[in-house]
């Protein structure tokens, strides 16, 4: 992990005066030299425009064409501009600056670097070192950023591996021994059983315990995208690589990876996964250097492996490589014994999260979750639970056996042949009832938890644009 304070320390002691600006070119963070050659505090500068420190010629040519050309090209290089001291006074500095983009391609924000014209020759030798490792710890910080984001969404949607069935001590019993290893991992199970707490529990027993722990849904890969996200990419690779860009495989070294779905692989990409696999080696796209890391590898699938590879669906090679050791979770009905302890796991969690009295549990309340099949498993049972606290009043937790009948069936009939097929004015007529029905119930709360858009799955400014284009207005 990359270490945050040396980031820090090195942004305020470089000897080079750094400026972020945000897309709009508000301040967002000054270096001590930059307020000491300019003569401000740092609370007369964050938030201000940038246009305010640089002068008049200097602003009208980042807007004649300058500014434009930059956020165009993601770079700008040794640019002589003027800068303005807080006493009027006027020097000239040389600018180097980089444009960073989000994931869509549009400009988040510009890091600037100053150098005084009259003291260039002053700045120490190793500066340039001194900048490089900035730069370094800073793209580091910005790419584990980005996967950790999405590491604590999914911590929210997972569930703990709680068990008091006979079935899942002896899988207990197996983690614990592989733990103690480096050995390559495949689980199999159904969906929603909780293929990746698994994983999970593997690491925390490992020594790899303080190590990474990067996970990638190769369902949710596009060919096109595959080496650039497992492997990343230079700067330049293709359009919109903009900069170099670390994949999965390196952010996890010295960790694990978890490849999830890797049923989902396609065929002709199954080759560069097995050698990356094997030898612990790839190349960034565009890259012809070979990297080397430490990496233990854990997947996971809903899919019979064998099947696909006697249907030529999948490399036989790559799925003995996977099998050091096989691990298959058992699905919730084999364990109706842990239906009590994930119930009142579920129930108490909800009741916290919606702000609702704790339920008891009855035993006809029990009863009616083991006589149920679950062909979604304990994912399913955490939404049926989540669902009865919303619909329960009094002190018991109510459940609705023909609700989960009716989702059971539901699940063995498509939608077209439940409603049949709709024209387009009439899924638009659903999206906009469904959409009201979400804000009548959360009492117009758009963004935020428990909100419209989080009951819909969806971002607060996408339910706003979708408001807006709907003509929805509130009573």
Known sequence: MADKNLYQLLYQTTPVMLQAIDSNGIMQAVSKKWLEKLGYEENEVIGKKVFEFLSE??????????LDQMLEKGELSHQ????????????????????NYDSNGKAKNITWAL??????????AN????????????????????????????????????????????????????????????????????????????????GRMDQPFISINCASVTKELFESEFFGHVKGAFTGA??????????????????????????????????????????????????SVDVRIIAATNRDLEKMVQEGNFREDLYYRLMVFPIEVPPLRERLDDIPLLTRHFLDESCKRFKKQCYGLSEQTVNIL??????????????VI???????????LHIDPQLMMSDANAQNETF??????????????????????????????????????????????????????LGIKKN
């Open 370 to 383: 083991k006589d149920y099949h679950w062909p979604g498993n304990i994912r399913e049972l955490q939404n």
């Open 80 to 99: 002589l501009i003027q800068c303005v001291r807080k006493n009027g006074d006027v020097f000239e500095a040389v600018a180097t600056a980089e444009v």
């Open 115 to 124: 150098y005084d014209v009259n003291e260039v020759e002053a700045i120490p």
């Open 416 to 469: 077209t042949e439940r409603v049949g097929l709709l024209k387009a004015d009439e899924i638009k007529h659903l999206e906009r009832e469904n959409i009201i029905a979400a804000l009548n119930k959360t009492n117009w709360k758009i963004s935020g938890k428990n909100s419209a858009s989080d009951l819909l799955g969806m971002n607060a400014s996408t339910l706003n644009s979708r408001i807006v284009k």
């Open 386 to 396: 989540e669902r009865a606290v919303i619909l329960s009043s009094g002190t018991s």
């Open 242 to 291: 903009t900069k170099d860009r670390k994949g999965r495989w390196e952010l996890a070294n010295h960790g694990t990876l978890f490849l999830d779905e890797i049923g989902e692989v396609p065929l002709e990409l199954q080759a560069k996964l097995l050698r990356a696999i094997q030898h612990n080696e790839f190349e960034r796209v565009g890259d012809e250097t070979t990297k």
């Open 127 to 206: 500066a340039n070192h001194h900048i490089s490792q900035l730069v370094r710890i800073k793209n580091q910080l910005i790419d584990e950023r980005d996967y950790l984001r999405a590491e604590l969404q999914l911590a929210k949607e997972k569930f703990p591996l709680i068990s008091q069935s006979l079935p899942m001590q002896n899988l207990f019993a197996k983690l614990k021994a592989v733990s103690q290893t480096d050995a390559t991992v495949m689980i199999f199970g159904e969906t929603g059983v909780g293929k990746e707490v698994v994983a999970h529990t593997i690491v925390k027993q490992s």
């Open 57 to 66: 010629e200097t602003n009208a040519k980042l807007l004649s064409g300058l």
